[in-house]
């Protein structure tokens, strides 16, 4: 639509506003202004709860990442194997990982992944190739989607997470 005919539009609009003003008593027209009013203040409040909950969920934020290492490239080698590579974050982090968080510690060092327009698909051939290999551990957490990945060290004599690595975990 070309902006001659959004004025146009826009224009008519108005007119059918203002006439419709003009049919209504002063009374209708007070109510109305109140409805208005009170449509705004309410709208204000819910601008004003969804800030303060943008707030605590960047505060979130922040605590979780000062609690994730950086790993430094003076550590990280490209030539890895991705098993390695894989094997090194989780000794890096220390704590149970999902795969996107993995594939966040990683990105940063890896071209492939840098440009990847599916992260995920691009890496999960690899990560199952470390859980075949028995070098990494998929566990499944009860009601949780998808799998924590962890080292086979981190399991107890039963086959589950010790309570020390259980209790890193941070979407439970």
């Known amino acids: 639509m070309e902006q001659k005919e959004k004025n146009y539009v826009r224009a008519e609009r108005s007119m059918s506003e203002i006439s419709l003003l003009q ?27 969804y800030r303060e909950l943008l707030k605590k969920i960047v505060a979130e934020y922040e605590q979780l990442k000062a609690k994730n290492p950086r790993i430094d490239e003076t550590e990280y ?5 991705w098993v390695n590579k894989i094997v090194f974050v989780l000794k890096k982090i220390k704590r149970p990982l999902l795969s996107s968080e993995i594939i966040a510690f990683i990105t940063p060092y890896e071209p492939v992944l840098q440009y990847s327009r599916h992260k995920a698909q691009a890496f999960s051939a690899n990560l199952n190739k470390a859980v075949k290999y028995g070098r990494v551990v998929a566990y499944k957490l009860g009601g949780s989607r998808g799998y924590y990945y962890i080292l086979p ?4 004599n039963e086959g589950r997470i010790s309570k020390e690595y259980e209790d890193k975990i941070f979407f439970k």
């Open 153 to 156: 060290d981190w399991l107890d």
């Open 77 to 81: 080698n490209k030539c890895w194997s």
């Open 23 to 49: 049919d209504m008593s002063r009374e209708e027209i007070m109510q109305k202004c109140l409805d208005l009013n009170s449509a705004f203040k309410k709208a204000n409040s819910e601008i004003e709860t």
